[in-house]
Nanobody, 124 residues
Framework: VQLQASGGGLAQAGGFLRLSCAAPGRTFSGYTVAWLRQAPGKQREFVAAMRWSGTTHYADSVEGRFTISRDNAKKTVYLQMNTLKSEDTAVYYC???????????????????WGQGTLVTVSS
């Protein structure tokens, strides 16, 4: 599935941003959709995911601050990021894959389809 990520930008620490991941002309039916990020000089890491069932998963570092949600009618997955910290600065990617087993939800390599990244910069 082709993915388009958007919504990145500059925010102050303590502020918020909302990222969007759209799948034009397709649906997320049966897919697990995830947000992952890569900070400068660091490896890409898992942030959040939503399975087709609606179950959500979060990295410990964003639990309670970020929320992943899905609008089936708009064929879009969102990542609401609140109480942003400077360490949230990264390029954020949305990714999806069909039939991701539960134990692999947080594994970067589990996702086959990737969108382009969107840069989030948090100033302190």
């Amino acid at each position: 599935v082709q993915l388009q990520a958007s919504g990145g930008g500059l925010a102050q620490a303590g502020g918020f941003l909302r990222l969007s991941c759209a799948a034009p002309g397709r649906t997320f039916s049966g897919y697990t959709v995830a947000w992952l990020r890569q900070a400068p000089g660091k490896q890409r890491e898992f942030v959040a995911a939503m399975r087709w069932s609606g179950t959500t998963h979060y990295a410990d570092s964003v639990e309670g601050r970020f929320t992943i949600s899905r609008d089936n009618a708009k064929k879009t997955v969102y990542l609401q990021m609140n109480t942003l910290k400077s360490e949230d600065t990264a390029v954020y990617y949305c990714a999806a894959s069909h039939s991701v087993i539960l134990s692999n939800v947080g594994v970067v390599g589990a996702y086959k389809d990737w969108g382009q990244g969107t840069l989030v910069t948090v100033s302190s």
